[in-house]
């Protein structure tokens, strides 16, 4: 904990403006040079994330590391929202690799327990929060790399395909996908809309309707994920794949990117607040209420 403040202290970044929120948009902070930032939920909690940026390179390496299973909470949520927006800021960041801190695990997706058994306005913060991270990650003017090196289901899977490339660890143990359907819930039209622009019209009906989590092999068949590579060369092979990107004038890319992503981003944009009011609604039936109960219970007996 003392390293992690004094790692603080020399980054110049806030502990404060990592700890939390969603209202601390307006402050922002710099990276000066290569540093370890470990954002806090608290001073007193355990680590969320580290945020290497080595500034001789551009690249930052965005590590998450949430236990058990790095699922995306409001906090967590918020944490990496604003993690990236700092790098966004910093002119001497170029790109970023996101990547889990946790042995197996890219991340369990969105966190049930945020959306069982809470309150219609605590839901409704959330699903803001989640909205923000997809939003930010969606649109960064940074090259964004997915360096997936374990299971990455639902919203875990969102994440990774919000990035521009995709690296998933050849371990066949681990799974990538939108698996909604499977809990009993249904992915938003924006979660669609991006698996939709990354597999195509046809491979995301069926595997959103079936709720399907593919092998990295067949991840990689469908163009969920772009390489497969040994899970010992996965961050290696991010940065070298960083480098035929940094080769492209910034601009050009920016707005080429811009330019293919726009109409989704705006079709989010115009509709937000419906789809949080569509969320609140859905989440809080008694039906789907009974569907996440069961899938928890599950999760746990598969366990026990
Ligand atoms: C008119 C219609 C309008 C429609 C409007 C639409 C509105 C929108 C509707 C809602 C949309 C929601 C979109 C949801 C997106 C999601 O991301 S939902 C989450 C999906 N995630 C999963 O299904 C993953 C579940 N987890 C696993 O499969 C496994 O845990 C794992 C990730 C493969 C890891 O396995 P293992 O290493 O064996 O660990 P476990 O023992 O299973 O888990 C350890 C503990 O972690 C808990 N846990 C796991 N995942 C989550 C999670 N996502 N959230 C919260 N908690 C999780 C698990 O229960 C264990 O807990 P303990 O038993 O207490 O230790």
């Known amino acids: 904990m003392a390293t992690a403040l004094r790692r603080l ?18 402050r922002r902070g710099h990276f000066a040079r290569p540093c370890t930032v470990v954002a806090q939920r608290n001073f007193s909690s355990a680590s969320t994330m ?9 690249i930052a390496v965005m590590k998450l590391h949430s236990p ?24 001497g960041c170029r790109g970023v690799v996101v990547t889990s801190a946790l042995p197996k695990i890219f991340s369990a997706g969105l966190d049930i327990l945020e959306m069982y058994g809470k309150s219609p306005e605590r839901c409704g913060e959330f699903w803001r929060a989640v909205q923000e991270m997809w939003l930010k990650f969606y649109s960064s003017r940074l090259v964004t790399v997915a ?3 374990g299971s990455s289901p639902a ?21 990538i996908g ?14 669609k809309d991006t698996m939709v622009n990354t597999v195509g019209h046809r491979t995301a009906e069926i595997a959103l309707q079936l709720g399907l989590l593919y092998s990295p092999q067949d991840a990689l068949k469908i163009g969920m994920v772009d390489e497969l590579v040994p899970e010992e060369k996965l961050v290696s092979t991010a940065t070298e794949a960083m480098a035929r990107w940094f080769a492209i004038p910034d601009h050009a890319r920016q707005i080429t990117k811009s330019a293919m992503r726009k109409p989704t981003i705006d ?19 008694d039906s789907i209420q009974k569907s996440l109960k069961l899938y928890l219970e599950n999760l746990r007996k598969k366990k026990a």
């Open 155 to 175: 919203g875990g899977c969102l994440l990774s395909m919000t990035c521009d490339y995709r690296i998933m660890a050849d371990n066949p143990r681990y799974s």
């Open 68 to 91: 058990p299973v790095n699922s995306l909470s409001l906090d967590f949520l918020t944490e990496i929202a604003i993690s990236l927006e700092k790098l966004e800021m910093n002119k």
């Open 9 to 26: 202290a020399k980054c110049s970044v806030s502990a404060r403006l990592l700890s939390f929120a969603g209202h601390s948009r307006g």
């Open 178 to 191: 939108l698996n909604e359907t499977q809990l009993g819930i249904v992915a938003p039209f924006w979660f």
């Open 267 to 285: 079709k989010l944009l115009s509709a937000r607040e419906t789809d949080i009011s569509n969320f609140v609604s859905f989440i809080t039936k």
């Open 50 to 58: 580290t945020v290497d940026l080595d500034s001789s390179t551009g």
């Open 147 to 149: 360096a997936i090196n």
